[in-house]
């Protein structure tokens, strides 16, 4: 009988490891999902300005084709940036929405 209670004294001292050990695991997992989730945030924002930049720059390149006699290039040159300036507030408006 004595053995017996010892047997079980082991098994709940295991059972106890054990149910530890699981919780301790949970918590890991839980920090490694928002991980995750941060990480997967973080990509979409890069993306997102990458996808900006690709913007900013083609709408630059027509900029730059434009052939207007001096000043007049210089004053559409940064019109186009101030409605780039613009439309990047807006996204980021959008963005903050959704």
């Known amino acids: 009988m004595n053995e017996l209670l010892k047997q079980a004294d082991d098994l709940i001292q295991k ?17 490694k999902d ?11 924002e890069k993306s997102d300005r990458i996808r900006q930049l690709e913007e900013d720059r083609t709408l630059l390149k027509v900029a730059d084709t434009i052939q207007l006699p001096g ?7 940064k019109k186009i940036n101030e409605y780039l ?9 959008l963005s903050a929405e959704g």
Do not use: W
Not at 34 to 44: D, F, G, N, S
Not at 85 to 93: G, M, P
């Open 15 to 31: 059972v106890n490891r054990l149910l530890d050990k699981n919780d301790k695991l949970a918590a890991d997992l839980l920090e």
């Open 34 to 44: 928002e991980r995750i989730r941060e990480l997967h945030a973080q990509v979409k």
């Open 71 to 77: 000043q007049e290039s210089k004053e559409v040159k």
């Open 85 to 93: 300036r613009e439309i990047d507030r807006c996204i980021a408006k």
